[in-house]
């Protein structure tokens, strides 16, 4: 079983910066593929970020492209998400996930979700 704690959300202004950090338990962390995904009211939950088990590979959603950047540290079992130059539009649910077993090409692939944090930015 994988458990992943989120936190780091919160309230900024229009143009600020936050944190997101996504703990995870799992013995072989390092080999699983981690992505960032967020869920708007209203909305259907989307991809933000995602980044392959080394760290060597990452891809990002054009929205969010040279504003956020996604990164891991495998022996502390943490993958980052950090939000710079943050809009409105950002304001959602964010989440974490694990794809134990594969690319994370897909949403369905992620079998492992956290209970999510709160980003609002304010205008």
């Known amino acids: 079983q994988v458990q992943l704690v989120e936190s780091g959300g919160g309230l900024v202004q229009a143009g600020g910066s936050l944190r997101l950090s996504c703990a995870t338990s799992?013995?072989?962390?390092?080999?699983?593929?981690m992505g960032w995904f967020r869920q708007a009211p209203g909305k259907e939950r989307e991809f933000v970020a995602r980044i392959t088990w080394s760290g060597g590979g990452t891809f990002y959603d054009d929205s969010v492209k040279g504003r956020f950047t996604i990164s891991r540290d495998n022996a502390k079992n943490t993958v980052y998400l950090q939000m710079n130059s943050l809009k409105p539009e950002d304001t959602a649910v964010y989440y974490c996930?694990?794809?134990?077993?594969?690319?994370?090409?897909?949403?369905?692939?992620?079998?492992?979700w956290g209970q999510g944090t709160q980003v609002t930015v304010s205008s």
């Open positions: 996930a694990a794809d134990t077993d594969g690319r994370g090409l897909r949403i369905a692939s992620y079998e492992y």
């Open positions: 799992g013995r072989t962390f390092s080999s699983y593929t």
